[in-house]
């Protein structure tokens, strides 16, 4: 912490020592455990895709609607996880949540027909828009001040985790044709969450707010181990508690709400436009497009998911030492500059020899590496940290709602975008687009390394812009 103990006026500081004796950490990572699902059902699409189309014989619009339908359900599973992390808790909510992680795998390898697929597709995007809102909003709640960066990011090492393991499913089974097990195999580890996620405490923070304060109580000393920490933190949200006002329109009428709201959506609608998707789920089209082979169009993403399951690991060692804010400056900086590279040689035309192919090659999985390092993760943990408490639930899920609404639009137009604008259009297109939003970064985004949620949300409703937010706790005054 880089706050002086006159400052009195932010509300308490909560110290914590190097070394905490509770398990916040092991329990933030079972939760987290949800994103490996996350990885695998965004992941597996990749390489069942063409195998589906050949069985079903799938229009290019019906390809992209297999790819949307999922996301679509994510936007209604977010709503509904909003709802229900309100009414029933955070933790009941990825109880709920999990089960669907099992009979939707299940559904999409037993289908016959492209419809009875697009509705187990649909389910699965329900339990995946639910878990995003209520993993990040839960690890957000249970983790200490100086690790919250490194839990949230643990998130999304899980989600790189399930994409990898999806590309290698994705490229052993395509050697027999077997969409059916690339999709149903997702059901094993979802098995393997629902039975996990029972053991998870509930936020000690939604228990406050339900006026349980002992069972409060007995969360935070199960967290964090020191009876002092304790006190001092259920005083903190306490203090938090006695000042909102409940109620969406409440948190509406709210500028200061408002404005972090509307920070939150602009940073996941950020991170889709960014272009990231539309690589994921056409990984082996894109490859194939510049003159790949077979082999390297099923292989191909593997690379993908190693250079993101790494850059991942190095961003979540990074967080709380370097800062949101640099880490996300420079990572839409050179997204920018990889898909301008992309773009500039497909102009006119891929060149046909190895060694430019090559290149593009290098080209993309710079772009995954800059965006496994920032904003993949950071956009996650950034919305979790800077909506006030009066008003989680609801700026979570306006914020993770515009994520799959805007990770549907930019899948659901690529292969129809590539033929009528031509591959050079609409990678220029993305480039420009990343350089737009590293500029809204360094205009808006601020720097919340070391911050509790509710010093966060003190300097938040007392009118602090939102780039200075944090600004004294950074500046050693």
């Not at 050949?54 to 609607?65: A, K």
């Not at 149903?184 to 580890?189: A, E, H, L, M, R």
Request: proline share 4%; glycine share 14%; aromatic share 8%.
């Amino acid at each position: 912490m880089h706050r002086q103990p006159g400052d009195a006026e932010t509300g308490p500081t909560i110290r914590h020592g190097p070394v905490l004796r509770g398990r916040a950490g092991l329990i933030g990572g079972l939760a987290a455990l949800s994103g490996i699902l996350f990885g695998l059902d965004t992941g597996v699409m990749s390489g069942a895709l063409d195998l589906i189309t050949q069985e079903f014989i799938l229009s290019d619009f019906q390809r992209e609607s297999m790819v949307g339908i999922m996301l679509l359900g994510a936007a209604m599973g977010v709503l509904g996880a909003a709802w229900l992390s309100h009414r029933i808790g955070r933790k009941r909510t990825l109880v709920l949540t999990a089960g669907l992680f099992v009979i939707g795998p299940l559904l999409c390898a037993e289908s016959m027909s492209y419809r009875t697929l697009m509705l187990a597709r649909m389910l699965l995007g329900l339990a995946t828009g639910a878990t995003t809102f209520a993993t990040p909003l839960y690890i957000a709640e249970i983790a200490d001040s100086g690790r919250r960066g490194a839990m949230i990011l643990g998130y999304q090492l899980m989600i790189s985790c399930g994409l990898l393991a999806a590309f290698v499913s994705d490229g052993l089974f395509s050697y027999f044709g077997g969409w059916r097990w690339m999709l149903g195999v997702v059901g094993f580890p979802g098995l393997v969450f629902m039975m996990g996620v029972l053991f998870l405490p509930p936020s000690p923070r939604w228990l406050l707010a339900q006026g349980r304060e002992r069972d409060a109580r007995r969360v935070l000393i199960e967290l964090r181990g020191l009876p002092r920490l304790v006190m001092a933190e259920r005083n903190a949200i306490m203090a938090r508690l006695a000042a909102r006002r409940d109620g969406i329109g409440s948190f509406m009428k709210d500028s200061n709400c408002r404005r972090a709201m509307w920070l939150a959506v602009g940073l996941q609608v950020a991170q889709q436009f960014s272009g990231i998707n539309a690589v994921l789920y056409y990984a082996p089209y894109i490859i194939g497009l510049v003159g790949y082979g077979h082999y390297v169009q099923v292989w191909g993403p593997v690379g993908i998911g190693i250079i993101n399951l790494l850059s991942t690991c190095i961003a979540t060692t990074c967080v709380d030492r370097i800062g949101r804010r640099p880490m996300l400056i420079g990572g839409f900086a050179v997204m920018a500059l990889a898909m301008a590279g992309q773009a500039a040689m497909v102009a006119g035309g891929m060149p046909p020899m190895p060694g430019m192919r090559l290149l593009m090659g290098v080209f993309m999985l710079l772009f995954v590496a800059a965006f496994a390092f920032a904003a993949g993760p950071l956009t996650w943990l950034l919305c979790a940290e800077i909506l006030p408490l009066r008003g989680r639930e609801f700026g979570m899920a306006c914020s993770t709602c515009a994520n799959w609404i805007a990770n549907m639009l930019v899948s659901a137009t690529f292969l129809t975008g590539l033929e009528i604008l031509g591959a050079d259009r609409v990678l220029w297109g993305y480039a420009g687009l990343n350089a737009v939003f590293m500029v809204m970064v360094a205009l808006r985004v601020p720097e919340t390394r070391g911050m509790t949620l509710e010093q966060i949300e003190v300097e938040l409703m007392r009118g602090t812009p939102l780039r200075a937010l944090g600004g004294r706790a950074h500046s050693g005054v």
